[in-house]
């Protein structure tokens, strides 16, 4: 199985972080989204979105990037994020546009990770620490579900 792991992480690479984890466990291509073009994506078996979360959505280049491929046929492909509030329900929109470009949505992972936006900074941070231990194992569980689905 070929798999290709397409991510934004700008803030504290904590996206970054949890893309190496669940590439670990699918033996995946990891990108940076600035480096990959459409044309890249042809061939594998299934791909990962991902990134950081930023004024409550996942990074706009990302949509951009998506929005603007071709239909695919059936290409299974899952999101993940970090974000403050560490929510799945950031990852939604983007699985939507992936299905309306003719992905087949297989899953989703988000965990909290350290932000050192806006106020929190004078505290030294929110989330100090995350993604940790407990999330990277989880991201290896969920890789592991994604591995079995496809
Ligand atoms: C400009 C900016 C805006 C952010 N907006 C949100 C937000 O709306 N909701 C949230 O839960 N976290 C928010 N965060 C926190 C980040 O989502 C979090 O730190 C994330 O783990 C960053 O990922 P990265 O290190 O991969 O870039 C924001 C961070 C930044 C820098």
């Not at 984890?21 to 061939?43: C, D, W």
């Not at 004024?55 to 491929?69: H, I, R």
């Not at 299905?99 to 965990?111: D, E, L, M, T, V």
């Amino acid at each position: 199985m070929k798999s290709l792991i397409i991510f934004k992480s700008i803030h504290h690479n904590n996206t970054e972080k949890i893309a190496n984890a669940i590439g670990f466990v699918l033996q995946a291509k990891l990108s940076k989204l600035s480096e990959v073009k459409p044309s890249n994506l042809q061939g594998f078996d299934l791909i990962g979105f991902g990134s950081g979360v930023y004024g409550a959505s996942l990074d706009k280049d990302l949509f951009t990037f998506v929005n603007a491929l071709q239909k695919v046929n059936d290409v299974n492909a899952f999101v993940f994020s970090t974000s403050g509030g560490g929510e799945e329900k950031n990852n939604w929109k983007l699985m939507d546009a992936l299905s309306k470009k003719g992905f087949n949505p297989i899953g989703q992972f988000a965990c909290k990770g350290l932000t050192t936006w806006g106020p929190f900074k004078l505290f030294g941070g929110r989330n100090k620490g995350r993604p940790n231990q407990t999330d990277f194992e989880n991201a290896k569980k969920f890789a592991e579900t994604m591995k079995n689905k496809v």
